[in-house]
């Protein structure tokens, strides 16, 4: 199964009236029966400052709600998922300077990330599938 179904199978087993931290506790679940070998959630990871002096300061933290690591086709992936679970569809602009901003944060822990995932569990709807954007390394970096 590849991290949608994953997902699609967590969302058609729960339904659409949960709260976030309700769909990610069972993703975790569902990734280690699936071969994750780390599945980190709320890793804080530092907000960086570089002042008019160029030293760089950490001002903050901001939380990746999964950070997991896998291997596919025998490479080891490191992959991050921002999920939400609203009414509202995703709002790719916001969702992806979020995404950029925590890969800048774990480039600076020396954490290469390959994927990264936006899932909404979409609220009061009759869906049955996630909604998800996906992005590569490359997309991310631009």
């Known amino acids: ?3 949608v179904e994953i997902c699609n199978r967590v969302y058609r087993h729960l339904g659409n009236a ?4 309700v769909y990610q506790k069972a993703l975790i679940a569902e990734l280690w029966n699936h071969g994750a070998q780390s599945v980190e959630f709320e890793k804080h990871v530092p907000v960086f400052y570089t002042d ?5 300061h950490t001002v903050g933290s901001e939380r990746v709600d ?6 596919r086709d025998a490479m080891p992936r490191t992959c991050v998922m921002e999920l939400k679970a609203t009414t509202s569809p995703i709002r790719q602009q ?4 979020q995404l950029k901003k ?8 020396c954490i290469e ?5 936006i899932v909404n569990f979409c609220q009061g709807s009759n869906k049955k599938e996630v ?8 997309t991310i970096d631009e």
């Open 52 to 56: 008019t002096r160029n030293v760089q």
């Open 1 to 3: 199964m590849n991290i």
């Open 94 to 97: 916001v969702e992806v300077q």
């Open 66 to 71: 999964i950070l997991l690591r896998f291997t």
């Open 131 to 138: 909604d998800f954007v996906y992005f590569d390394r490359t």
């Open 102 to 109: 925590y890969h800048h944060a774990l480039k600076q822990l």
């Open 18 to 21: 949960h709260n976030e931290c």
């Open 113 to 117: 990330c390959d994927d990264f995932y």
